[in-house]
């Protein structure tokens, strides 16, 4: 038999606020997951040793590339952070529509634009290259288009990278506690452990291929294209750096024809042969803590009481777990269990499935199952430190209330509950997203 | 002349490549994820998995079968295989399968390779059981002279062709014929379907290996004008499909599926071990499309179902390219 206390709810209330938010151990932006040993500390100060490096093109930045560093783009606040120049380093995914068919464009470069060479760099004085520049004749082709990508911060995510498969597609198509309009589907990708030709026509002399693994729910990158973490190290590395592995063995081309040989200069071969970089990185971000929440006072709670009774949290979904085991895949190729990231309850307000936006929001660029009106519902956490939101980074500031207008297709009913509402609630909204 | 031979040594450079050995080759897939430390999908030699079914899940240039009984119903497959017992077994339960219903083309789709009904009239339904998307390959004959398909080595006799006859390596789909013509209570349009197969030797309910199905180009010179093309009469049995292999595909990520085939009842003889083109319930594994949305057949990108009724799928577009341009 054990005793009864009656205690005042208003105190119930408040001490139950006070241990939530008390709740996971403190670390600041950018720091590592609490809770790490040592060890485990180490990979992960190993990883952002590689993750701030500056390569050279003797290292294999380039010939082509976006940047030297990942912290070119990922970088403000902190390291791993968004785009020290706003939207200036956007990714310009590029190609044709033509009758419904998507073209890569890979005679021109295509389908990602590299702004930048390695021309004129120290260890490349010989290299005569221009960056591309689709931007200037692009649009002008039938069918053509530019699809711009701000950079997205990058705390937390050894978080998302252990959700299961099966927790995110519990979550797709139409379900009893969502609103009628609202579906959400998966993307997928491969956990990567091999190469394939890839199918599509070129008359490049190598082959283009793709990685091939066992196949995955997505959940990284704006149509939740990328699976993992590993993947998700290996391929800016080639794509963004020029940094050449195993599973992306071919330096950004110009066009079909070769690179000029003066431009060659970091040697014969892949640049990170055993993909050990890649590894390094990807424990970084494995092991780098989710953003805490900020003030959290009793508008912000309101706010996200009214968030979900407009069916924002259908898809910006509050509270996942994470798997009961999740292993990370080590640079010396062994596997190691983490406990900070293991059966723990994490707050991204994403459900990390795509969602058909509307026309408005076309992007025309397919990913995998992402047609150019599905984008990946953009996990919230951390929003506060943003200076621009939207995929393109077209929205300045955390401005909700536009970004809210953005959003068609499976949120148009959302929104008009929104348009339809007193500003006291919109205010309340606002506040609850500025606190995240 | 001289610029149609110049075009197309650059063409076979770049079309065969698919078929030599990578430069870099790393590990074989396992469907092993390293970081759940088990098979995610599909275990190797005992197992089971399941899947729904959706309404018009065709590809390009077929008709889509979407009526409905099907948009308001649901389908489900559920494969349970043990390399132990040798068998695969296919359990496909439909609630809104049309009964006897007629289809017809607006114009007739036979090509020069393959003739298709250009209507059904009172049809029955087929399961296809499609092992292999795209991770096999097989040769193809292309006259050189004038760029033009010729056909798969399944189908032609390579003492037939004509000297100036070449090889081309491209992919293919394997597929089988899983069932005879079965249709639903024409009450409750309700079926099931219930079939066992050999482990290491799915035959067709012809007793053949299958069919190949490809999408390659027409003409040399124009690479990227492609057309829909299927082996006639038949796989031979020694290259009929094995459920390793299958597991395999599925842990390289490429998939499994199942599709749900309007056809003729008696079928013509050209369609003896290939589907007609009307597809109706179809479905994949381990990814599906949930109800609600609908998938552009060209890129397989998704968007969201504004209607729903039978009508026919995009079209391989013409090409962009014309590597012979006027002869001179």
Same mark, same amino acid.
């Given at each position: 038999?054990?005793?009864q206390?009656?205690?005042?709810?208003?105190?119930?209330?408040a001490?139950?606020?006070?241990?939530?938010?008390?709740?996971?151990?403190?670390?600041d932006?950018?720091?590592?997951?609490?809770?790490?040993?040592?060890?485990?500390?180490?990979?992960w100060e190993a990883g952002?040793?590689?993750?701030v490096?500056?390569?050279t093109?003797?290292?294999?930045?380039?010939?082509?590339?976006n940047?030297?560093?990942?912290?070119d783009?990922?970088? *403000?606040?902190?390291?791993?952070?968004?785009d020290p120049?706003?939207?200036? +380093?956007?990714v310009?995914?590029?190609?044709v529509?033509?009758e419904?068919?998507?073209?890569?464009?890979?005679?021109?470069g295509?389908?990602?634009r590299q702004?930048?060479?390695?021309?004129?760099?120290?260890g490349?004085?010989?290299?005569?290259?221009?960056?591309?520049?689709?931007?200037t004749f692009?649009e002008?082709?039938?069918g053509?288009?530019?699809?711009?990508r +701000?950079t997205?911060p990058?705390f937390?995510l050894?978080?998302?990278?252990a959700?299961?498969?099966k927790?995110? +597609?519990?979550?797709?198509?139409?379900?009893?506690?969502?609103?009628?309009?609202?579906?959400?589907?998966?993307?997928?990708?491969?956990e *990567?452990e091999?190469?394939?030709?890839?199918?599509?026509?070129?008359?490049?002399?190598?082959?283009?291929?793709q990685?091939?693994?066992p196949?995955?729910?997505?959940?990284?990158g704006?149509k939740?294209?990328?699976?993992?973490?590993?993947?998700?190290?290996l391929?800016?590395?080639?794509?963004?750096?020029?940094?050449?592995?195993?599973f992306?063995?071919?330096?950004?081309e110009?066009?079909i024809?070769?690179l000029?040989?003066?431009?060659?200069?970091a040697?014969?071969?892949?640049n990170d042969?055993?993909?050990q970089?890649?590894?390094?990185?990807?424990?970084f971000?494995?092991?780098?803590?989710?953003p805490?929440?900020?003030? *959290?006072g009793?508008?912000e709670?309101l706010? $996200?009481?009214?968030f979900h009774?407009i069916?924002?949290?259908?898809?910006?979904?509050?509270?996942?777990?994470?798997?009961?085991?999740?292993?990370l895949g080590k640079?010396?190729g062994?596997? $190691?269990?983490?406990a900070?990231?293991s059966?723990?309850v994490?707050?991204p307000y994403?459900?990390?499935?795509?969602?058909?936006?509307?026309?408005? +929001?076309?992007?025309?660029?397919?990913?995998g199952?992402?047609?150019?009106?599905?984008?990946?519902?953009?996990?919230?956490?951390?929003?506060?430190?943003?200076?621009?939101?939207?995929?393109?980074?077209?929205?300045?500031?955390?401005?909700?209330?536009?970004?809210?207008?953005?959003?068609?297709?499976?949120?148009?009913?959302v929104r008009?509950?929104w348009n339809?509402?007193?500003?006291?609630?919109r205010y309340l909204?606002?506040?609850?997203?500025e606190?995240? | 002349?001289?610029?149609?031979?110049?075009?197309?040594?650059?063409?076979?450079a770049?079309?065969?490549?698919?078929a030599q050995t990578?430069p870099?080759n790393?590990r074989k897939?396992?469907?092993?994820?390293?970081?759940?430390?088990?098979?995610?999908?599909?275990?190797?030699?005992?197992?089971?998995f399941?899947f729904?079914?959706?309404?018009?899940?065709g590809t390009?240039?077929?008709?889509?079968?979407?009526?409905?009984?099907?948009?308001?119903?649901s389908?489900?497959a559920?494969v349970?295989?043990?390399?132990?017992?040798?068998t695969v077994?296919?359990?496909v339960?439909?609630?809104?399968?049309?009964?006897?219903?007629?289809?017809a &083309?607006?114009?007739?789709?036979?090509?020069?390779?393959?003739?298709f009904?250009?209507?059904?009239?009172?049809?029955?339904?087929q399961i296809?059981?499609?092992?292999h998307?795209?991770?096999?390959?097989?040769? &193809?004959?292309?006259d050189?002279?004038?760029?033009?398909?010729i056909?798969?080595?399944?189908?032609v006799?390579?003492?037939?062709?004509?000297p100036?006859?070449?090889?081309?390596v491209?992919?293919?789909?394997?597929?089988?014929?899983?069932?005879?013509?079965?249709e639903?209570?024409?009450?409750?349009?309700?079926?099931?379907?219930d079939?066992?197969?050999d482990?290491?030797?799915l035959?067709?309910a012809e007793?053949?290996g299958?069919?190949?199905?490809?999408?390659?180009?027409?003409q040399?010179c124009?690479?990227?004008?492609?057309?829909?093309?299927?082996?006639d009469?038949?796989?031979?049995?020694?290259?009929a499909?094995?459920w390793?292999?299958?597991?395999?595909?599925?842990?390289?990520?490429?998939?499994?599926a199942?599709?749900?085939?309007?056809?003729?009842d008696?079928?013509?003889a050209?369609?003896?071990?290939?589907d007609?083109?009307?597809?109706g319930w179809?479905?994949?594994?381990?990814?599906?499309?949930?109800?609600g949305?609908?998938?552009n057949?060209?890129?397989g990108?998704?968007?969201l179902?504004?209607?729903?009724e039978?009508?026919e799928?995009l079209? &391989?577009?013409?090409?962009?390219?014309?590597?012979?341009g006027?002869?001179?």
């Open positions: 038999m054990h005793k206390t009656k205690q005042p709810l208003s105190l119930v209330f001490v139950t606020l006070v241990t939530s938010l008390a709740l996971p151990a403190s670390a932006l950018g720091d590592p997951l609490p809770g790490l040993t040592p060890a485990q500390l180490d990979l952002r040793q590689e993750f490096r500056t390569f093109p003797a290292e294999g930045v380039g010939p082509l590339m940047g030297k560093s990942c912290i783009c990922h970088q *403000v606040p902190v390291d791993g952070g968004t120049l706003i939207t200036e +380093n956007n310009f995914q590029f190609g529509i033509f419904h068919q998507f073209y890569q464009l890979h005679e021109v295509g389908p990602m702004r930048m060479s390695i021309e004129g760099m120290e490349a004085e010989q290299c005569v290259l221009a960056p591309e520049a689709p931007e692009v002008s082709l039938p053509g288009f530019i699809s711009s +701000n997205p990058l937390g050894g978080l998302v990278d959700l299961t498969d927790k995110i +597609n519990a979550w797709s198509g139409r379900r009893p506690w969502k609103r009628s309009s609202i579906l959400g589907v998966s993307n997928q990708s491969v *990567v091999g190469i394939a030709p890839q199918l599509v026509f070129t008359l490049d002399q190598v082959p283009r291929t990685v091939t693994g196949v995955r729910t997505g959940r990284f704006w939740a294209h990328n699976s993992n973490l590993y993947q998700f190290s391929d800016p590395l080639q794509g963004e750096l020029g940094l050449t592995n195993p992306f063995h071919r330096e950004s110009p066009g024809g070769p000029p040989e003066d431009c060659l200069v040697g014969e071969g892949v042969p055993d993909s970089i890649a590894a390094r990185i990807s424990n971000m494995a092991l780098t803590a989710p805490e929440r900020g003030h *959290v009793l508008q709670i706010g $996200e009481v009214v009774a069916g924002c949290a259908d898809c910006h979904r509050s509270s996942l777990r994470t798997m009961k085991d999740y292993h640079p010396d062994e596997v $190691e269990r983490i900070a990231l059966n723990k994490f707050h994403s459900d990390f499935l795509l969602h058909d936006l509307g026309a408005a +929001n076309d992007d025309q660029r397919p990913m199952r992402a047609s150019g009106r599905l984008w990946r519902t953009t996990p919230m956490w951390g929003i506060r430190h943003k200076d621009v939101i939207w995929h393109d980074g077209s929205i300045e500031g955390v401005d909700v209330g536009e970004a809210v207008q953005r959003h068609g297709g499976e949120a148009a009913s008009s509950t339809n509402m007193g500003s006291l609630l909204v606002n506040k609850f997203v606190s995240l | 002349m001289r610029s149609l031979v110049g075009c197309l040594t650059l063409i076979l770049a079309l065969p490549v698919m990578l870099l790393p897939p396992t469907g092993f994820s390293t970081i759940e430390q088990r098979y995610v999908y599909a275990p190797p030699d005992e197992g089971h399941e729904p079914l959706f309404p018009g899940s390009t240039g077929e008709l889509l079968i979407e009526e409905p009984e099907m948009c308001n119903g389908a489900s559920r349970d295989y043990s390399k132990s017992e040798g077994r296919v359990r339960h439909y609630d809104g399968l049309p009964y006897r219903m007629s289809a &083309f607006q114009e007739d789709r036979s090509t020069p390779w393959n003739q009904p250009v209507s059904v009239t009172e049809g029955k339904w296809w059981f499609v092992g998307i795209f991770d096999k390959y097989s040769i &193809f004959y292309y050189a002279l004038t760029g033009i398909l056909g798969n080595e399944y189908d006799e390579v003492e037939d062709l004509p100036s006859a070449i090889p081309v491209l992919p293919v789909l394997h597929m089988m014929q899983l069932t005879p013509h079965f639903s209570d024409p009450n409750t349009l309700v079926a099931d379907v079939i066992t197969k482990y290491h030797q035959l067709d007793g053949s299958g069919v190949f199905v490809a999408y390659i180009p027409k040399l124009k690479p990227d004008e492609l057309t829909l093309y299927y082996t009469n038949g796989l031979p049995v020694d290259i499909m094995d390793d292999n299958i597991l395999d595909s599925i842990h390289a990520g490429y998939g499994f199942l599709a749900t085939s309007l056809e003729p008696p079928k013509p050209y369609l003896k071990s290939r007609n083109i009307m597809i179809g479905g994949g594994y381990p990814f599906n499309v949930p109800d949305y609908t998938s057949t060209l890129t990108a998704l968007s179902r504004e209607t729903c039978t009508h799928a079209r &391989f577009p013409p090409s962009i390219y014309d590597f012979c006027p002869v001179e």
